[in-house]
């Protein structure tokens, strides 16, 4: 198994690190990618604007997520007291993959002055090094040279990753250009950040970012609702956007409510069962037993908390986001869009979702009543225990369209 470890201060990550470590996974055909936040950087300290260790690691997994489910963060270094030496990390992850090969990515200024790291011959000893080289002059005679003295002076294993034409910035003026952006600066730093990591500086309120969680934009809502989710689920919550403002356009539902409601519907989505229990507990959400030991019901009730008393958005958007997973009996019209932009949206693919797409348009009882049968039999099929909602529901449409 080819491993490579990609390590760095990611005060914060950007999209020309996101860049660097898919052209390295490509090029080098590696398995497994480590990202690795430094902890303390023997070479240079951290900016007293720096995010805190736990943040920068945070910051690292959700760009990790980003690139796919080959790439990890770690916090080895983060761990470590004293200096980080990297001759350090690549023995204990050696130590840990004993039969595998690792490659140790770093920039082109890196690489020329590899040599004189914290003991450089144990570096070689255990990984190869591949530099990063953003143009053509990087790979010219200087590179050359130097792959030619680490390979006769160390025995190194030596290789360069051609990165692609990407917008390139220095996380220094990044962290300079986020604090800006509230103090009337012209360049969004939203261009040179993964969304889920530039909501989670806008969350955490990091590098001088002064975002009012209750008052965000839609692009800020967007990003600070990706950054608590999985990568994975990104394409769902995008598509049932698109589809709840769409149907609230067609229905004459408020599309912004409808946009607002769909990007935060699934922003607990992937919390575990104590905090989401903890959270209804704390702002008064009565639980029923099945509520209370089962994550799959609680998010939309955490979702809709979160939506209100964090975020501040209306009672209309709690009570949708409250209702999106077993629906309630008396759903309102945009209640019930919610309810089937999360069920149908473009990324779904099941039996019976082109039938739903075309009813959604004509009757959205009929749409509703479709959608809660086929959830009910497959929950049968499944042997899993129905809502009292769920069914509820269902019989208070059908007794309504008779």
Not at 123 to 147: K, L, N, P, W
Not at 316 to 337: R, S
Request: aromatic share 10%; hydrophobic share 35%; proline share 5%.
């Amino acid at each position: 198994m080819k491993i490579g470890i990609y390590g760095g201060t990611f005060n914060p990550p950007h999209l020309g690190h996101m860049e660097a470590a898919k052209a390295a996974m490509e090029q080098l055909g590696l398995d497994r990618l480590i990202i690795m936040p430094d902890g303390e950087p023997p070479h240079k300290g951290l900016p007293t604007d720096s995010a805190t260790p736990e943040q920068r690691l945070e910051m690292a997994r959700l760009m990790a997520d980003g690139i796919g489910p080959r790439a990890e963060a770690w916090d080895l270094e983060l761990l470590r007291e004293g200096k980080s030496y990297t001759a350090d990390t690549v023995e204990q992850i050696h130590e840990q993959f004993p039969e595998d090969e690792l490659w140790l990515l770093m920039g082109t200024d890196m690489f020329l002055t590899v040599q004189n790291w914290y003991q450089p011959e144990r570096i070689f000893q255990y990984a190869g090094v591949a530099g990063f080289a953003r143009s053509h002059e990087d790979t010219g005679e200087m590179f050359q040279e130097q792959s030619t003295y680490l390979n006769e002076r160390f025995h190194a294993r030596t290789t360069i990753v051609q990165l692609p034409q990407i917008r390139e910035i220095a996380s220094r003026d990044l962290r300079r250009m986020l604090a800006s952006e509230w103090t009337g600066g012209n360049v969004d730093p939203a261009e040179y950040l993964w969304t889920p990591v530039y909501g989670y500086i806008l969350r955490e309120g990091l590098y001088g970012t002064k975002a009012d969680l209750k008052h965000l934009s839609d692009k800020h809502l967007r990003a600070v609702s990706y950054s608590m989710v999985k990568a994975k689920r990104l394409p769902h919550i995008k598509g049932t956007e698109e589809t709840a403002v769409a149907l609230a356009k067609f229905w004459g539902v408020d599309p912004e409510k409808a946009r607002r409601a769909a990007i935060l519907h699934d922003c607990t989505k992937y919390w575990e069962l104590e905090p989401q229990v903890a959270l209804c507990d704390k702002y008064g959400i009565p639980l029923d037993e099945l509520e209370r030991v089962s994550v799959k019901f609680l998010h939309s009730k955490t979702g809709a908390a979160l939506a209100k008393y964090v975020f501040g958005e209306p009672d209309d958007v709690y009570d949708a986001i409250f209702c999106h997973t077993t629906g309630k009996p008396g759903m309102n019209t945009f209640e019930k869009i919610l309810y089937l932009a999360d069920y149908m949206e473009p990324t779904r693919d099941f039996d019976g979702v082109e039938e739903m797409r075309r009813l959604v348009w004509e009757d959205l009882d009929k749409a509703m009543i479709m959608g809660l049968e086929m959830t009910i039999d497959e929950l049968h099929e499944r042997g899993a225990i129905v809502h009292k909602n769920t069914q509820g529901t269902l019989d208070d449409l059908r007794g309504r369209t008779q």
